[in-house]
């Protein structure tokens, strides 16, 4: 049977048994002490512990699960290449009964499935027993002893020699050091020639024995003291060697020949792999594997390994990252690295001098892609990571190694001269130094387990002791540099994909060019497949501490992908939500992505209505008020707040009033980062004691008066909130309040023209103007109070126009002092700058995110300042605005109006004007710089 073959047929056996067949989980472990997912059981552990009820009809899943076993209680990376059947990377493939069937189905099946349907010779299957040793927990499993026997006894075999016993060591299956757990029965195979070693090799660390199938009885909870407890219910977690399994049905052409040696590398799982690696580096895979001390295994023997090696660790390199597990300096990433730098130097053992190892991702994302689409969606991805990473380490990995032969070359010749004095015959033991061993891992990124093994094959040790002592001391010399700087909020445990947020300001919140990108899974909920996908830098807030996610668009090769949701997955991380899951595939560089900006405008309106709302609600009710929780959308914000009663109709009329007085004050607002250590202290900063914070708090800080740590995003000034108004306050729960408002443009979404049909003069006024769609009677909100919001009577309606009016003007004002400021400020600079060398001075400026309304006022400042000519390009939401001036007593030799027809169509636009002013605008921010080189041009030709 082919690998495929295999899968499915495992697959469709425990369907047919009423199994639901389900996706394997990424590689990122969902449990936090977990480096990558180790088995086929993690995504089980809270239906296991009976956190989370069981999801399948029938309680009985199957699957094929990627697994890693690179790091942590399971471990295997040491022995990959040196032998026929460990790996880094693998598929498990598992069934599981929660709660429902037991030891006797999950042993009969095991026993049909490998007997009956596979034709396993069942003279050559032995099976484990838990038998505990005296420090063990649970009790000899007699129960699963008792189905094997009679198994065996009923297919002539006899039991006492193919049922074999193991301790807690061998047969009680533990997923980390605490979790759900329990006794487990192995299923191992004898694969000598002749098949008849009784039972001997079992659990000997033979690769003439194997396991194959571990069947676990879930039954207890690991917890951190080293205690078991019960389980309210008994599970079954069943997991076989996909690979394994392969190997021995491929290997042995179908149970005929034992008498070549059974490995998972001779099999169609990794046979595409070594045709590649083979063609790289010339080189044919011969299978032999390695005898005799390190130093005398003879050539083929040594680029086997290599070979083995650089299919195993492609594997897990691509898988990981496919799942969005990137190398770096730490945890899982670190893993990683060290995977691609040992394959990379194997690589090189071959003689392939070439960056080589992101050329086998297509072998894999081809031969795979259709069991585990990811491949498919992030093989781009995976190979510009992965070659990167090769290119980084390439980079010093010769000099590394010559700096590795010197040294054991020196030795070689100590050792040699030591052998000659030697009088006993005790072997001389070499150690390779710690300090080259760090300089290694220092300068040239030799991982420390590389440097160990390149010492092994030169039968050297590396004095560990010395690497670590000097390694603490640089991990001191960091730390001390670190206290120097702010320390960021960061915990890598716990990080998916690191997305940079650079969306705090909203001016950087379009067009963000997105460096890397990775897809995970599609997910279906509720008919709608939905996916979630990591970009970074990224200029979208992820759902968090109230605030809503961010929609928007990314856009790539003249398509546009619509995010609906960003979600935060971790500290570090967020993922956007799109349901055009069909085009996520072609996603390519350049990328970029764009934030709904009127809806973030609106959802940093409320934000900041949300602090300046608690500050009044303090003032007005006393410092009793605490937070309760938060709403702050597009639509509304929701404040849920500690207060023993229903507020007074004059207790909410003043704390509205608060608010309006203090928006309408135009207080700017700003953010900075503190040490917690030091917020903490801070008295007037609002805090929620009992709250988690990270090392680093974020202080957001209205006009003095409101201070709050908060990681939203926030207006800069308060007059940007717009018009406020409450909309209702009502209980959720004894002694918590809830008041909902609304602020700016999400007041006309609220109010309904119910009174329409009472006024028709009003219904005149609200055809004229969309601003007075002003008749409240919002039936959703069920408000226990009322007052002027429920717009009964004209004259509220009056008011809130006349408020909305008076905002809009004053913002208008505070907008254009501002701008008289920076106008000025500009002014006076650049005409320090002015190009006074030919016969008209001349200032050519570009005002990065100005508009016309700015260019106008900084050329009425420059005139103050300057005479000659003068040509301005500003760019804001995407515009390009052109403004040219022209002194009187230069218009006879240029006009201000031909300056501009001249520069504008480089932005793809036009404009004109009078001799001595003229604007005009365009659409191709991009053109700018030609735009003013063109206005040089023609200047520098008077
Ligand atoms: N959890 C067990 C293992 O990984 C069986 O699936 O071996």
Not at 247 to 268: H, L, W
Not at 865 to 871: I, N
């Amino acid at each position: 049977m082919k690998s495929a073959e295999i899968r499915e047929s495992f697959l469709d056996f425990f369907k047919e048994r009423q199994h639901t067949i389900v996706p394997s989980s990424s590689l990122m472990p969902d449990s936090p002490g977990l480096l990558f997912t180790n088995a086929g059981m993690n995504q089980f552990v809270p239906i296991f512990l009976n956190e989370q009820p069981c999801p399948f009809e029938t309680y009985r899943a199957a699957n094929t699960q990627k697994c890693i076993r690179a790091g942590g209680k399971h471990n295997d990376l040491e022995d990959v290449g040196l032998d026929t059947y460990h790996h880094t990377y693998f598929e498990m493939l598992g069934n599981w009964s929660f709660g429902e069937y037991f030891k006797k189905e999950a042993i009969e099946w095991a026993w049909e499935l490998l007997i009956e349907e596979w034709k396993f010779p069942k003279n050559r299957l032995y099976a484990t027993v838990y038998k505990p040793g005296k420090r063990d927990p649970a009790e000899f499993d007699q129960e699963a002893y008792d189905i094997w026997k009679g198994l065996f006894k009923k297919a002539g075999l006899d039991p006492e020699i193919h049922i074999v016993y193991g301790n807690k060591k061998d047969n009680f299956w533990m997923m980390g050091e605490t979790g759900p757990c329990g006794p487990c029965s192995e299923i191992h195979m004898d694969l000598t020639p002749k098949g008849d070693t009784k039972g001997k090799l079992v659990n000997a660390d033979s690769p003439l024995c194997m396991e194959i199938w571990n069947l676990v009885f879930i039954q207890f909870n690991a917890d951190e003291g080293g205690g078991f407890s019960d389980l309210p219910f008994r599970h079954v977690d069943t997991g076989m060697g996909f690979e394994r399994v392969c190997a021995i049905m491929q290997g042995s052409k179908g149970f005929k020949d034992f008498t070549k040696p059974i490995s998972n590398y001779n099999t169609d799982v990794f046979s595409p792999l070594f045709k590649e690696v083979s063609k790289l580096c010339k080189k044919k895979y011969k299978a032999t594997l390695p005898s005799g001390r390190p130093e005398e295994l003879n050539a083929d023997m040594t680029n086997d390994v290599a070979m083995r090696v650089i299919v195993d660790h492609i594997r897990a390199l691509t898988f990981s990252i496919a799942d969005g597990i990137l190398p770096s300096n730490e945890g899982r990433g670190y893993v990683l690295r060290r995977i691609l730098r040992r394959a990379v130097r194997y690589g090189r053992q071959l003689g392939i001098k070439e960056l080589f190892l992101y050329k086998l991702v297509p072998v894999i994302t081809e031969q795979l892609g259709f069991v585990f689409p990811e491949l498919k969606r992030n093989g781009a991805a995976i190979t510009r990571v992965i070659k990167g990473e090769e290119e980084s380490f390439t980079k010093t990995l010769d000099r590394g190694i010559e700096l590795f032969n010197q040294h054991v070359e020196k030795n070689k010749r100590f050792l040699k001269a030591a052998q000659m004095t030697a009088t006993s015959d005790t072997p001389i033991q070499i150690e390779f130094p710690g300090d080259v061993a760090f300089e290694l891992y220092d300068t040239y990124g030799f991982p420390l387990d590389l440097t160990e093994l390149m010492a092994r094959e030169n039968n050297m040790t590396v004095d560990i002791q010395k690497f670590e002592k000097l390694m603490d001391e640089q991990r001191q010399r960091s730390k001390d540099a670190q206290k120097k700087s702010v320390i960021k909020v960061k915990d890598s445990d716990e990080q998916h994909i690191n997305t940079d947020f650079v969306g705090f300001d909203l001016k950087t919140g379009v067009n963000v060019e997105v460096c890397n990108f990775f897809i995970d899974e599609p997910e279906e909920k509720g008919g709608t497949v939905t996916a979630r996908l990591y970009i970074t830098p990224t200029p979208f807030y992820g759902e968090m501490g109230g605030q809503v996610g961010d929609t928007g668009i990314l856009e790539f090769g003249g398509e546009a992908i619509e995010i609906i949701d960003t979600l935060k997955s971790s500290p570090d991380s967020t993922a956007l939500i799109t349901e055009q899951v069909g085009l996520l595939e072609e996603i390519s560089f350049p990328l970029k992505a764009s934030v709904n900006l009127d809806r973030r405008k609106r959802i940093e309106s409320h934000h900041s209505a949300t602090h300046i709302l608690h500050w009044a609600l303090r003032e007005v009710l006393g410092n009793t008020v605490s937070q309760k929780g938060s709403y702050v959308g597009p639509d509304r914000l929701r404040f849920d707040f500690s207060h023993p009663e229903a507020m007074t109709e004059k207790e909410i009329k003043k704390v509205e009033k608060l608010v309006i007085e203090r928006v309408e004050h135009d207080a700017g607002v700003q953010w900075y980062e503190l040490p917690y250590k030091e917020a903490k202290k801070d008295n007037s900063i609002m805090q929620f004691f009992g709250d988690k914070y990270g090392d680093t708090v974020r202080v957001v800080d209205i006009g003095g008066f409101s201070k709050e740590l908060c990681g939203g995003t926030h207006v800069s000034s308060t007059l940007d909130i717009g018009c406020f108004r409450l909309i209702s306050e009502s209980a959720i729960a004894a002694g918590v309040r809830r008041i909902e408002a609304v602020c700016g443009d999400a007041i006309n979404d609220h109010l309904k023209p119910v009174f329409v049909k009472q006024n028709e003069e009003v219904a005149q006024l609200l055809k004229k103007s969309p601003k007075a769609r002003i008749t409240l009677d919002e039936p959703n909100l069920k408000p226990e109070v009322s007052w002027d919001l429920h717009l009964k009577n004209r004259s509220a309606i009056e008011k809130l126009k006349a408020d909305i009016h008076k905002l809009e003007k004053k913002h208008a004002k505070a907008q254009e002092a501002r701008m008289q400021k920076e106008a000025a400020h500009l002014a006076e600079e650049w005409t320090k700058e002015a190009d006074t060398s030919g016969p008209i001075p001349f200032l050519i400026k570009h005002a990065k995110g100005g508009d016309g309304k700015f260019l106008q006022i900084t050329l009425g400042e420059l005139k103050n300042h300057f005479e000659g000519v003068v040509v301005l390009a500003g760019d804001s939401n995407n515009k390009v605005a052109l403004a040219a001036s022209v002194s009187k007593k230069f218009t006879k030799q240029i006009k201000a109006g031909d300056i501009i027809k001249e520069i504008a169509p480089h932005v793809g636009g036009k404009g004109g004007g009078r001799p001595e002013l003229a604007q005009g605008g365009g659409t191709e921010p991009n053109g700018i710089a030609l735009a003013l080189k063109s206005a040089k041009t023609l200047l520098n030709k008077i």
